[in-house]
């Protein structure tokens, strides 16, 4: 068996507009210690045959097809398959920054469990705690904490942790993920360097409203809750229920009043009832509308809010 020293794993999925830019950036830094590891998850456009062009191109590209099973199953596919020392991921639409390789390998000789690379990171050392703060948003000092992406993962951690993405979580599974990781890691390296680029689609914005996420959100709170700080839960909740107001703004009124319904249940009833100014005063005034069944008003600010982002332009935004 060929070793590898890193194992890039690359959910695909629907995305032949820019798997090439993404293949590109990669292909052109690898050697032989690097294994790319391209999964489509049921892609439907030309995204598998670009695949396939790629792995028939080089040896070191390994290309698997299954059924569609979403981003986190995708991802854990990948675990699973990689024989790489250290895991990245990037996802399709992404690419990396010219110089990558250079800096992640740089970055191996310190045997970290866990790396985040980002620029602008104001110092080199954080507490566990403050890397809990960023990870749950409490601040940005480390401002893509949550992301899976611009990370180094050292593969035997993950697999003696059995540590996966959750795969019945819609929204936050990537936080999870972390939050597992940074928890069993004994040696978290920080890096002031630019290897990522993401693509922030504005036009990506939700049309349908899946009711499913709401019971996902609730196993997302649920496994916060158990796991770590109330402080967190508090503030993962608030949040949900701002998502929440905005995935409601995206579909008719009548629709929006029937999963309006869900703030009468717990834990969000609860929240808006006694806790609404645990965080973020500001939110109060909405978090009012909801306790008086104003919702008319609350559906007309977001779908205004959901308008203006629809024209903006899409943007590359570096890591």
Not at 83 to 100: M, N, R, T
Request: aromatic share 16%.
């Amino acid at each position: 068996m060929v070793f590898r020293k890193l194992s890039i794993i690359i959910p695909v999925y629907n995305c032949e507009s820019f798997l090439e830019t993404c293949l590109n950036s990669i292909v052109s830094e690898m050697n032989e210690l690097i294994e790319l590891i391209l999964i489509n998850d049921g892609s439907i456009d030309g995204s598998g045959e670009i695949c396939e062009k790629y792995s028939n191109q080089y040896e070191n590209i390994i290309y698997l097809l299954k059924n569609n099973t979403g981003v986190s199953d995708t991802r854990n596919v990948g675990i699973n398959s990689a024989q790489g020392e250290y895991i990245i991921f990037v996802d399709s639409d992404d690419f990396l920054a010219k110089g990558w390789s250079k800096v992640v390998f740089s970055l191996f000789e310190k045997d970290a469990d866990f790396t985040i690379i980002e620029s602008g990171l104001s110092k080199e050392l954080y507490t566990k705690k403050e890397v809990f703060d960023c990870l749950f948003h409490l601040n940005h000092n480390i401002k893509w904490c949550s992301t899976p992406w611009s990370k180094i993962y050292k593969r035997s951690l993950l697999l003696e942790k059995k540590i996966l993405f959750e795969t019945n979580v819609f929204h936050g599974e990537d936080l999870l993920f972390n939050a597992e990781v940074i928890s069993n890691s004994t040696n978290i390296l920080f890096s002031n360097k630019n290897i990522y680029y993401y693509r922030q689609n504005n036009l990506s914005i939700t049309k349908s409203f899946n009711k499913n996420i709401f019971e996902s959100d609730k196993k997302f709170l649920n496994i916060v809750k158990q796991k770590y700080d109330i402080k967190y839960y508090y503030f993962c909740l608030e949040n949900a229920i701002m998502m929440f107001l905005n995935k409601i703004s995206q579909v008719n009124y009548m629709e929006g009043f029937k999963f309006y319904r869900i703030f009468r249940e717990e834990p969000y009833s609860s929240y808006i009832r006694n806790n609404s100014d645990y965080f973020n005063k500001s939110r109060n005034i909405l978090f009012n509308f909801i306790k008086y069944d104003l919702i008319f008003i609350l559906i007309i600010a977001f779908k205004a809010k959901n308008i203006i982002a629809r024209n903006k332009i899409d943007s590359l935004i570096k890591i």
